[in-house]
C-alpha cells in the first residue's frame, strides 16, 4: 500500500525494454506526462537511455528511423486516434506500446490492424491512471459539474482511476460507500460491477488476504467544515495561502521572488527537508527551518576552510549537494516567509480563533458578537488603537459561512443579518450568495447524521475520546471527521446503517480491517491526507491510503459551490427579521 | 491485566470427584466483549486471552492501575451475572469444577463433556512456543525490552518468540500448525516480522497485463492478408514487365522504328491482359478520395489492381510511375524500357512498397552522427569503469607494499585512466554543434551531454578522490626523476587541475551573477588551492613545462 513504491516499479517496467539497450524515446500524453512527472525525474528516465520525451499528439515531430520508441498514453479515443495514425506511418525503428488502465478489444483490433508493418514489440497494461502525490495519496476522478449527481464521463473517469488503482495495490476491496450520498452510492455500485463482473474482473483474482482491504467512499458534503477552516500544518498552508498543484508551487506572484524561485517541486520523495516538515505545524516548522539554516550554515563554514588536500578532496566532492542544500534551504525559506506575510497580511489569528471557536465550541453570542466585528472591521476591543486593514471578502464570506453552517439550527441564527451587513459593506450579491450555496450543498439536513458520531463540529469528538489532544493548540483544536470515521472502520465498528456494502461487493466480514482506502467525493484536503497519515503511524498493522478528486483549500472549495450552484442575494431583508 | 500462567495448575484440588452428570442444558456463556458463545468458563477464559488480551491497547493512552482495575472489576461482575444465568439445576461446585476443564488434563472429569472444537477456526497448536525463563527480552531487534509484568510477556503465536505487548499489536489467521492460512485460520496474535510476511503483503508490484499475444494474433491475420495482397501485385507487375519486355525485344529486332506505335497499342493491350479494368460505368467517385469524377477529374485505371480513381495531384491517389523505379525497388526484375510509365493507385503503391520501402530505411539508413558519438560514449563508459576498478585496485596494493612494482602499475592505470577520462570529454563535447534549436536532434544530442557530464562528474570525482588518497599515503609517490612519461603525465595532470580551475571559475561566475555571495568564498579558497597545485607541478615540471 506504498504509492510511491507502486509507481516507481510502473515506471520501471515501461521504461525497460525486452530488447537491448539503445537510445529510446518516450511518448506521452495529457493524462500520462503528469502521472509520470510526479514520479520521475529526467534523470531518472536518462538513466534508462530515455533521451527524448514528446507528446504522442505532436504531429511534427521528425522521423528517426534508428531510434526504439516506449510508447506510454491513456487509452482514451483522442490518444488511441494519435497512436492509430502514428502505427500506420511509423517514424521510429520499433514501438513498444503501454497503456495506463484497460484497453477496449476493439481498440486493440484497431491498432493490431493499423500495424501491418509489424513494428509493435510490446503491448502491455500497466494500471497507473491516476495521479500519486505522495505515499498514501492520490487524486483519482475529475470534477462534476453538479454536486449531487454524477455525469456519465466523470463517473467512468471516477471508476476507471479507483479500478487502477485497486489494481496496482492488488486490492480486491469490500466497499462500503456513504448513506445519504447518492454520488458514492452510484460510484460504489459501478466499482463492484467492474470489479466482480467487468472486463476486467478477471485480473482481480487476487490470493485472499485474512481481512478484505476496505474501499470507504465518503462524500465532501459530509464535512463542509474541514476545508473551510485554515489550516496550521506546512503542506496545508502552502496550498491554503500558495496552491499546489502536482506537488509544484507557483511563486512567481510572490512578491520580490528570484527568478530561480519562481516554480519550486515540493516532492516530499525527492525532498527529505520537505518530508520531515509537510506534517509539522506552523510553531513547529519555524524551529526546523532554523535547525536547517543552521545546518547549512554550518557547512559553509566548515568549506570555507581549506587548508589541507582533504578539506579539499571533499570539497569537490560536496559541492554538488552542497548547491541542492543551499537551494533547497532557500526554497523553504522563501515559502516560510511567504506564508508568514501571508498569515499577517490576512490577519489570520484572528480569523483561525474565531473559526476554531465556530468549529469546536457552542458559544454563540460570543461567536456573533466576534464574527460582526470582524465583518464590521472595527478594532479590536482589547487593543483598540491598533490599526488594521480590513479583513479580505474572501475570509469573511467564509467565517460567515462557517457560522451558518455551525449555527443553522441555533434559534438566535443571524446569517441574514449577516449577508446584509456584507451586502452593506459593498460585497457583491454573487460572491454573497456563496453562502447559501455551501448551505445548500452541506446545510444539516443534506449531512449523514450518524447514531455514532453526532456531529462534524469536533465538540462532539470530544464526547467519544477522540479530541484528546484538543487543547494542544487553540488554532488546531478541529479534527477533520475522517478521522473518526476511518477509525471506527478499522475497529471493525463502522455502523452497516449509515455505511452500506456496495452491491456486487466482496461480503462484509465484521472484523477490524488492516487495509483501508478512502475515497472522498468532491475532493480531499491535505489535513485530511495528514491525519490519515497519523492514524496510520499511531495503530499498528494498519495502512491507509486516501485520495479524491482534487485537494481543495478553502478559496477552490468556495469557488467550487459557487460554480456549482450560484445564488444572488440582492434584497436587503430586514436585519431584525429572526431575531426575535 | 495478570495474565494466566499456563502449565499444570497447582492448585487443582485434590479430590476425587463423582462421575458428573451430563448437563441437561448446555451451558451457554457469552463474551462480554464480542458476545460469542461459548461452551464452558475455561473456554471463555481462553477467548479473552486470546482475543481481548490486547484490548486496552484500542483505547487511545495507556490505561492507568485504576482503569485496569475497573475493567476486571467489570470483567467478573459479567462473568458473575453470566453464571447465575446458569441452569438452577447444576451445583455450584460443579459449575466451578467445570470451569477447570481443560485439555492438558482430561483425565480430572473424564466425564465432562470435552469442549466443543472452537467454530471459528482451528485451534492453534503452542508446541512450538518458547518457555518464558523469568528473565526474557522482547525478541524484537529494536526493543528488548526486559519481559515482565508491566511490559507483557506474550508468545507470538505464529513464531513462538517471547515478545513485549507493544510488538504482538498485530493479528493474523493461522491454521492448527501455526502456519498463515488466510481463509479459514483463527485470528492470532503476532509479532510485526510474521505480519509482514504474510505473501504478497508488503508487494509494491502492482498488477499487468501483457497483451501482445493477442495484439499478435490479430496482426498476423492483417499481416497475411496484406502478404497476400503484395504478393498478387508483386506478380501482376512482373508478368506485366515481362510481357513489356517481350513486346520491346520484338520492337528491337525490327529494322525500322516507325512502327512503335503499334507496340504502344500492344503495350496497352497487354496492361489490360493483366487485371481486368472496371468499366467506366461502375465508379462515380474515386475509391480513394471519393471526389466525383467529371470533367476535371478525369477516370484512370490503375494498371495492378484494375479499379477507376482520380488522378489529382494534390491527393495524389494515382500516379505514373515510371517502370523502372518500380523495377529497382522490387529487385529481381529488369525492364527493358525503364522509362515507360504505368499509372499506379496510391493503395497499390502502398501495398507493393511500403513494407519494402520501411525495411529499406530502418536498416539502410545511416546512423546520425550523435548516435555514432553515443555509442562510442558508452564504450568508454565501460572502459572507464573497468579501469578505476582496476585504479583503486593498484592503490590498496601501493598502501599495502609500497613498491616500485606497484607504484608503477598504479601510475599505468592512472594514466590509461586519465587518458580514457579526456577521450572522453573530448567527445562528449563534440556533441556541441550548432544544429537549430528545438529540432528533435538538438533535443537528443542535449541529453546525451547531460548524461555524459554527469556521469564524467560522478567518475571524475571518484578519481580524483583515489588519487588524493594515494597521494596522502606516499607524497613522494612520483618518482624524483622525471622519465618521458612521467612528464606527459605531470601534463596531463596539470590539464586537469587547470580544466577544474576553469570550471570553478565559471561557478564563481554564476554564483556571482545569481547573487549567492555565499557560495563564493570558499570556491575562491578552492581555486587558490589548485593554483598552488598547478604552482607545484609546474615547478616540478620545471624546463619540461609547456
Known amino acids: 500500500m506504498d504509492l510511491i513504491a507502486t509507481a516507481n516499479f510502473y515506471v520501471n517496467k515501461l521504461v525497460t525494454s525486452d530488447r537491448g539497450t539503445s537510445i529510446k524515446v518516450l511518448l506521452l500524453d495529457d493524462h500520462t506526462a503528469p502521472s509520470i512527472s510526479l514520479c520521475a525525474t529526467q534523470s531518472d528516465l536518462l538513466k534508462h537511455e530515455i533521451y527524448l520525451i514528446d507528446k504522442l499528439a505532436n504531429t511534427s515531430r521528425a522521423a528517426m528511423r534508428h531510434l526504439r520508441c516506449i510508447v506510454y498514453i491513456k487509452p482514451e479515443p483522442a490518444s488511441i486516434t494519435a497512436l492509430l495514425a502514428e502505427l500506420r506511418s511509423p517514424r521510429y525503428a520499433s514501438y513498444e506500446l503501454n497503456f495506463s488502465n484497460a484497453v477496449r478489444k476493439s481498440d486493440l483490433e484497431k491498432l493490431a490492424e493499423s500495424d501491418d508493418l509489424e513494428v509493435v514489440t510490446r503491448v502491455s497494461e500497466v494500471f497507473t491512471d491516476y495521479l500519486v502525490l505522495d505515499r498514501g495519496l492520490f487524486v483519482a476522478g475529475s470534477g462534476t459539474a453538479r454536486a449531487d449527481a454524477w455525469e456519465k464521463p466523470a463517473l467512468d473517469a471516477a471508476t476507471q482511476n479507483l479500478s487502477a488503482l485497486l489494481l496496482s495495490l492488488k486490492c480486491k476491496p469490500t466497499i462500503r460507500y456513504e448513506r445519504n450520498s447518492k454520488m458514492a452510492a452510484k460510484l460504489a455500485s459501478e466499482l463492484g460491477y467492474a470489479v466482480h463482473e467487468g472486463d476486467l474482473s478477471a485480473l482481480f483474482d487476487f490470493p485472499t488476504r485474512d481481512v478484505a482491504p476496505l474501499l470507504l467512499i465518503l462524500d465532501r458534503k459530509n464535512d463542509p467544515i474541514t476545508p473551510l477552516l485554515v489550516p496550521w500544518t506546512f503542506q496545508s498552508m502552502v496550498h491554503e495561502f500558495i496552491g499546489i498543484r502536482n506537488n509544484t508551487v507557483d511563486l512567481s506572484r510572490v512578491p520580490g521572488v528570484a527568478k530561480d524561485m519562481e516554480q519550486v517541486v515540493l516532492n516530499p520523495e525527492t525532498d527529505a527537508f520537505y518530508r520531515e516538515a509537510m506534517h509539522l505545524n506552523f510553531g513547529d516548522l519555524g524551529d526546523k527551518i ?32 552542497f548547491r541542492r542544500l543551499s537551494g533547497n534551504v532557500s526554497k523553504h525559506m522563501t515559502l516560510a516567509l511567504e506564508l508568514d506575510r501571508c498569515i499577517n497580511a490576512l490577519r489570520i489569528w484572528e480569523v483561525s480563533e474565531l473559526e476554531q471557536s465556530l468549529a469546536c465550541n457552542d458559544n454563540h453570542s460570543v461567536d456573533l458578537q466576534e464574527l460582526e466585528r470582524l465583518v464590521l472591521n472595527h478594532p479590536n476591543p482589547q487593543t483598540p488603537q491598533q490599526v488594521t486593514q480590513p479583513l479580505s471578502v474572501e475570509a469573511k464570506i467564509r467565517l460567515v459561512a462557517l457560522y451558518a453552517l455551525r449555527y443553522e439550527k441555533h434559534a438566535g441564527n443571524q446569517v441574514r443579518r449577516l449577508e446584509a451587513l456584507l451586502l452593506t459593506q459593498g460585497v457583491e450579491g454573487i460572491t454573497v450568495g456563496t453562502i447559501r450555496a455551501v448551505l445548500a450543498y452541506a446545510g444539516a439536513s443534506q449531512r449523514l447524521e450518524t447514531t455514532g458520531e453526532a456531529s462534524v463540529f469536533s465538540k462532539a469528538n470530544a464526547f467519544m475520546g477522540l479530541g484528546a489532544k484538543q487543547s494542544e493548540n487553540l488554532y488546531m483544536q478541529h479534527v477533520p471527521r475522517v478521522e473518526a470515521v476511518v477509525t471506527q472502520a478499522i475497529r471493525g465498528k463502522l455502523a452497516v446503517r449509515d455505511y452500506p456494502v456496495g452491491k456486487h461487493s466482496v461480503e462484509l466480514v465484521a472484523d477490524r480491517v488492516q487495509d483501508v482506502i478512502v475515497y472522498v467525493v468532491g475532493g480531499i484536503t491535505y489535513e485530511e491526507a495528514r491525519v490519515l497519515h497519523n492514524l496510520q503511524g499511531t495503530n499498528k498493522g494498519v495502512r491507509i491510503v486516501a485520495g479524491g478528486n482534487i485537494v481543495h483549500n478553502s478559496r477552490t472549495f468556495m469557488q467550487r459551490r459557487h460554480r456549482v450552484k450560484g445564488y444572488r442575494v440582492t434584497i436587503v431583508e430586514n436585519p431584525d427579521e429572526k431575531r426575535l | 491485566m495478570k495474565r494466566r500462567v499456563l502449565g499444570p495448575r497447582t492448585d487443582v484440588p485434590d479430590i476425587v470427584v463423582p462421575p458428573t452428570p451430563k448437563p441437561q442444558h448446555e451451558p451457554e456463556l457469552e463474551c462480554p466483549i464480542c458476545g460469542l458463545k461459548v461452551l464452558s468458563m475455561h473456554q471463555l477464559n481462553r477467548h479473552l486471552d486470546d482475543e481481548h488480551a490486547n484490548a486496552s491497547e484500542e483505547v487511545p493512552g495507556t490505561l492507568t492501575g485504576e482503569n485496569v482495575e475497573d475493567l476486571t472489576g467489570w470483567l467478573r461482575k459479567k462473568v458473575v451475572s453470566q453464571t447465575s444465568k446458569l441452569p438452577i439445576g447444576l451445583p455450584s461446585k460443579l459449575v466451578k469444577l467445570d470451569s477447570l ?147 520491346d525485344l520484338k520492337d528491337e529486332g525490327r529494322v525500322f522504328k516507325f512502327f512503335a506505335s503499334s507496340s504502344l497499342g500492344q503495350k496497352r493491350a497487354a496492361e489490360r491482359e493483366v487485371v481486368a479494368w472496371a468499366s467506366d460505368a461502375s465508379a462515380t467517385h474515386c475509391h480513394l478520395c471519393f471526389k466525383m469524377f467529371g470533367v476535371y477529374v478525369r477516370k484512370h485505371h490503375c494498371r495492378l489492381c484494375g479499379k477507376l480513381v482520380c488522378g489529382d495531384e494534390m491527393t495524389a491517389c494515382s500516379k505514373e510511375v515510371p517502370l523502372g523505379k518500380l523495377c529497382e ?90 587518458e580514457s577520462l579526456q577521450a572522453y570529454e573530448k567527445l562528449a563535447k563534440s556533441l556541441k554543434v550548432a544544429v537549430p534549436e528545438g529540432s528533435d536532434d538538438t533535443k537528443i544530442r542535449h541529453s546525451i551531454l547531460q548524461h555524459a557530464t554527469w556521469f564524467f562528474q560522478e567518475n571524475g570525482g571518484k578519481f580524483k578522490r583515489y ?75 620545471g624546463e619540461d613545462g609547456f
Open chain 1, 290 to 321: 532554523k535547525a536547517y539554516v543552521d545546518q547549512y550554515k554550518a557547512k559553509t563554514n566548515t568549506t570555507k576552510k581549506l587548508d589541507t588536500l582533504q578539506d579539499m578532496k571533499n570539497f569537490i566532492d560536496e559541492f554538488p549537494e
Open chain 2, 101 to 247: 476443564t481443560s485439555p492438558e488434563y482430561p483425565s480430572l472429569l473424564a466425564t465432562s463433556p470435552s469442549p466443543q472444537p472452537d467454530t471459528r477456526g482451528p485451534k492453534v497448536t503452542r508446541k512450538h512456543w518458547r518457555n518464558p525463563s523469568g528473565n526474557d527480552f522482547c525478541h524484537f531487534p529494536r526493543c528488548r525490552k526486559l519481559l515482565n509484568v508491566r511490559n507483557g510477556s506474550v508468545n507470538c503465536r505464529r513464531c513462538g518468540e517471547l515478545f513485549c505487548n507493544e510488538h504482538t499489536a498485530f493479528r493474523m489467521k493461522l491454521d492448527s500448525l501455526a502456519e498463515y492460512s488466510p481463509v479459514d485460520g483463527t485470528w492470532c496474535r503476532c509479532c510485526e516480522s510474521c505480519f509482514n510476511s504474510k505473501p504478497g503483503y508488503l508487494d509494491t508490484d502492482g498488477a499487468t497485463r501483457d497483451l501482445f499475444t493477442q495484439f499478435q494474433t490479430s496482426r498476423q491475420r492483417i499481416v497475411d492478408q496484406q502478404g497476400l495482397k503484395t504478393n498478387q501485385l508483386e506478380n501482376r507487375l512482373v508478368k506485366l514487365v515481362a510481357r513489356f519486355n517481350e513486346i
Open chain 2, 329 to 418: 525497388r522490387l529487385g529481381g526484375v529488369q525492364a527493358r524500357d525503364p522509362q515507360y510509365v504505368i499509372r499506379v493507385c496510391l493503395g497499390c503503391k502502398d501495398g507493393l512498397l511500403k513494407r519494402r520501402n520501411f525495411i529499406r530505411e530502418v536498416e539502410k539508413s545511416e546512423l546520425p552522427e550523435y548516435l555514432q558519438i553515443y555509442h562510442d560514449l558508452t564504450t568508454y563508459e565501460k572502459v572507464i569503469i573497468i579501469l578505476l576498478k582496476k585504479f583503486q585496485a593498484s592503490l590498496v596494493l601501493v598502501q599495502g607494499e609500497p613498491l616500485d612494482s606497484t607504484i608503477i602499475a598504479a601510475n599505468k592505470s592512472r594514466g590509461k585512466l586519465v
Open chain 2, 467 to 541: 588519487w588524493l588518497e594515494m597521494a596522502e599515503v606516499k607524497p613522494d609517490l612520483p618518482a624524483p626523476k622525471l622519465t618521458k612519461k612521467q612528464i606527459r603525465e605531470a601534463r596531463e595532470e596539470l590539464m586537469v587541475y587547470r580544466e577544474q580551475m576553469f570550471l570553478i571559475g565559471e561557478m564563481i561566475d554564476t554564483a556571482k551573477k545569481q547573487r549567492r555571495f555565499d557560495e563564493i568564498p570558499p570556491l575562491l579558497d578552492n581555486l587558490r588551492d589548485l593554483e598552488a597545485m598547478c604552482g607545484d607541478i609546474e615547478a616540478k615540471l
